[in-house]
């Protein structure tokens, strides 16, 4: 540490001692007191006075106040700012050291928590739950690989915008339908909606191909029932057909299917109705969803490129459309028939329906016959969903 430049060194001032204590005629010659004396000599060492000293022989003496450190000034002020200093800076340089470091452990912990959960996710049981309907704990958003369509009305899809574009199985769908005019009876199926096939210029017969060719699925009423087609036509052009006997007039519900190669599923508001295995494979066409106006609205259409389960069937968002949100009227009070011989507007509704519902009820029956041949002894189907 360097010394003030008025200071002395020890040496020196133990050289002027010597020779103050050894001359007797020091005071003499120096023209100095000995208080003169004693305060130069300490003042070098402590600390010179800047305060002049009093004149004359009855001056009072004054407290004297120092201007320069001295020996022992210099080095403990000195040493008081190095101190100073050395304290501020090891205060900052803590608080900075356990804040970083505080900060190191608590990003530590996350990510070993975070490669726990995950080892638990993947091998022992599903903690986050990615799409709607999956196992899992904490529901996960923006892993649903539907696509939505007819959110506020229902329009012709091009097929070049499905996500299906390429598939005639292999996917899943869903729609919201509210028959708005079950009055309106016909020969013929009555076309909902269809994925591919042209519709014919003079439909003949009962069957869904009397009415569209080359289809990939189609979905209509009966005739003159309330009750709903799901066709899906196979490489050898035979209908593989399901049957929803009495669903809802003027209450929405929710159509599900689910279409692979081998055979399909159709879910009515999330629950398993129908089950049927293909004679065939189905058709390999493709083509554009287009709805048909008139006899009912539909609502909330959307598709996936893959085979669902049936809790992600159950759990589909969004949920199924309110009547308030089809915003649609009273059943209309006319009958539209394209055939006299079917239905009269003499004839009651409730008559026509009944005779209808009793003439279909062997069908119906016979169907499920046939059905229940296709089926293990344990109620489920023969071919896997794969």
Same mark, same amino acid.
């Given at each position: 540490?360097?010394?003030?430049?008025?200071?002395?060194?020890?040496?020196?001032?133990?050289?002027?001692?010597?020779?103050?204590?050894?001359?007797?005629?020091?005071?003499?010659?120096?023209?100095?007191?000995?208080?003169?004396?004693?305060?130069?000599?300490?003042?070098?060492?402590?600390?010179?006075?800047?305060?002049?000293?009093?004149?004359?022989?009855?001056?009072?003496?004054?407290?004297?106040?120092?201007?320069?450190?001295?020996?022992?000034?210099?080095?403990?002020?000195?040493?008081?700012?190095?101190?100073?200093?050395?304290?501020?800076?090891?205060?900052?340089?803590?608080?900075?050291?356990?804040?970083?470091?505080?900060?190191?452990?608590?990003?530590?912990?996350?990510?070993?928590?975070?490669?726990?959960?995950?080892?638990?996710?993947?091998?022992?049981?599903?903690?986050?739950?990615?799409?709607?309907?999956?196992?899992?704990?904490?529901?996960?958003?923006?892993?649903?690989?539907?696509?939505?369509?007819?959110?506020?009305?229902?329009?012709?899809?091009?097929?070049?915008?499905?996500?299906?574009?390429?598939?005639?199985?292999?996917?899943?769908?869903?729609?919201?339908?509210?028959?708005?005019?079950?009055?309106?009876?016909?020969?013929?199926?009555?076309?909902?909606?269809?994925?591919?096939?042209?519709?014919?210029?003079?439909?003949?017969?009962?069957?869904?191909?009397?009415?569209?060719?080359?289809?990939?699925?189609?979905?209509?009423?009966?005739? +003159?029932?309330?009750?709903?087609?799901?066709?899906?036509?196979?490489?050898?052009?035979?209908?593989?057909?399901?049957?929803?006997?009495?669903?809802?007039?003027?209450?929405?519900?929710?159509?599900?299917?689910?279409?692979?190669?081998?055979?399909?599923?159709?879910?009515?508001?999330?629950?398993?109705?129908?089950?049927?295995?293909?004679?065939?494979?189905?058709? +390999?066409?493709?083509?554009?969803?287009?709805?048909?106006?008139?006899?009912?609205?539909?609502?909330?259409?959307?598709?996936?490129?893959?085979?669902?389960?049936?809790?992600?069937?159950?759990?589909?968002?969004?949920?199924?459309?309110?009547?308030?949100?089809?915003?649609?009227?009273?059943?209309?009070?006319?009958?539209?028939?394209?055939?006299?011989?079917?239905?009269?507007?003499?004839?009651?509704?409730?008559?026509?329906?009944?005779?209808?519902?009793?003439?279909?009820?062997?069908?119906?029956?016979?169907?499920?016959?046939?059905?229940?041949?296709?089926?293990?002894?344990?109620?489920?189907?023969?071919?896997?969903?794969?």
């Amino acid at each position: 540490m360097a010394l003030p430049a008025n200071a002395k060194t020890p040496e020196r001032l133990l050289n002027q001692i010597k020779r103050v204590a050894s001359n007797e005629n020091y005071y003499k010659l120096s023209g100095t007191s000995a208080r003169e004396t004693a305060s130069s000599f300490f003042g070098s060492i402590f600390g010179s006075n800047t305060k002049e000293k009093p004149s004359g022989p009855s001056a009072p003496l004054a407290p004297l106040a120092s201007s320069s450190s001295g020996i022992l000034g210099g080095i403990f002020s000195a040493s008081a700012a190095s101190a100073s200093a050395a304290s501020t800076s090891g205060a900052n340089g803590t608080n900075g050291f356990h804040l970083s470091h505080m900060i190191a452990y608590v990003f530590a912990i996350l990510c070993v928590l975070l490669i726990i959960i995950l080892f638990v996710h993947f091998f022992i049981t599903p903690i986050f739950r990615l799409r709607p309907g999956t196992p899992g704990l904490i529901p996960v958003p923006g892993f649903d690989d539907g696509i939505l369509y007819w959110s506020s009305s229902s329009a012709h899809l091009p097929n070049a915008t499905l996500p299906i574009r390429n598939q005639s199985y292999g996917y899943s769908f869903h729609v919201d339908i509210f028959i708005e005019n079950p009055l309106a009876l016909s020969p013929q199926p009555r076309l909902l909606f269809h994925r591919g096939g042209v519709l014919k210029d003079k439909p003949s017969g009962d069957t869904m191909l009397s009415i569209l060719s080359r289809y990939n699925v189609a979905v209509a009423l009966a005739p +003159d029932t309330n009750d709903l087609i799901v066709s899906v036509l196979n490489k050898n052009h035979g209908m593989e057909t399901s049957i929803l006997s009495n669903v809802p007039v003027q209450t929405p519900f929710r159509l599900s299917m689910v279409i692979m190669e081998q055979g399909m599923e159709v879910y009515l508001n999330g629950q398993l109705m129908k089950t049927r295995r293909f004679h065939a494979a189905p058709l +390999d066409i493709t083509g554009d969803i287009v709805p048909i106006p008139g006899l009912a609205t539909l609502r909330q259409l959307k598709l996936w490129g893959r085979i669902l389960s049936a809790s992600e069937i159950r759990e589909a968002t969004p949920a199924l459309t309110t009547a308030n949100d089809f915003n649609l009227g009273p059943i209309p009070s006319s009958t539209s028939c394209g055939d006299a011989s079917v239905c009269s507007t003499n004839t009651p509704l409730s008559h026509t329906l009944s005779d209808a519902s009793t003439s279909t009820m062997d069908a119906a029956a016979a169907a499920a016959a046939i059905a229940s041949s296709r089926l293990s002894p344990t109620g489920s189907a023969l071919f896997t969903r794969s």
